[in-house]
């Protein structure tokens, strides 16, 4: 099994609701990442996790509150967002920070 | 941090025309990626190519660690090529973070 899957495809949610997207692979990787793509831009690293503990946080607004909870699981939950945070999230793995990134598909994110 | 460069950032071809994207990188790198974005979002893995030559069927990449670039390319396009390519990399100073270019943007025609 070569593939990242993301939970859900598209998430719509108001300034005060609470959600969380879903990030699930079975490839063994012990690193995982959250991404976050705008329109026309590249994609944008969140966080990273090796071995399920957190190794970096791009200085992140507090209303995103990444979780690992297994080495397979990421989870990533979302309180009090704003409309600028309507994007195209994006999940990876690897197998070692150092290795190569494979994707999911996204999750795409509208804030009203 | 690193930087990295794609040219051209927009490419309009005729199915069946051939291309070459690259991407300059400021500084030695230990993974270079080499990914197509398809209109729904989805990032699919192309090469991971920190030096040499690689070919995949109508693909394949070059990378010229020393004098850091990396060029892919596309032979007998096809519709189904469009989308952003993106070329991403890691300096080896740069811990697990993977900094991606600003895409080029294809559009293959009919």
């Known amino acids: 099994d070569t593939e990242v899957t993301q939970t859900p495809k598209h998430l719509v949610m108001g300034m005060t609701n609470k959600k969380s997207l879903k990030c699930e692979q079975h490839m063994g990787h012990r690193a995982m990442y959250w991404y976050k793509q705008k329109a026309k831009k590249p994609p944008e690293l969140m966080f990273v996790?090796?071995?399920?503990?957190?190794?970096i946080n791009e200085s992140v607004p507090s209303r995103f509150s990444p979780e690992c909870p297994n080495s397979s699981l990421l989870n990533l939950h979302l309180h009090a967002l704003q409309p600028e945070d309507s994007a195209l999230y994006l999940c990876?793995?690897?197998?070692?920070?150092?290795?190569?990134?494979?994707f999911g598909p996204g999750t795409r994110l509208t804030v009203l | 941090g690193i930087q990295v460069e794609q040219s051209p950032p927009d490419l309009i071809l005729q199915e069946g025309a051939n291309s070459t994207l690259r991407c300059n990188f400021s500084?030695?790198?230990?993974?270079l990626q080499w990914f197509h974005q398809n209109p729904w979002g989805q990032l699919i893995n192309l090469f991971y190519i920190p030096s040499g030559t690689k070919q995949n069927g109508r693909l394949s990449a070059t990378t010229v660690a020393t004098e850091r670039y990396s060029l892919l390319y596309i032979s007998s396009s096809q519709t189904t090529d469009s989308g952003v390519y993106f070329c991403?990399?890691?300096?080896?100073?740069?811990?697990?973070?993977?900094?991606f270019g600003e895409g080029t943007q294809l559009t293959v025609n009919p």
């Open positions: 990876a793995s690897s197998q070692v920070v150092t290795s190569i990134e494979f």
């Open positions: 996790y090796s071995y399920e503990k957190l190794s």
């Open positions: 991403a990399v890691r300096g080896e100073t740069s811990g697990s973070r993977l900094t």
């Open positions: 500084d030695s790198v230990n993974n």
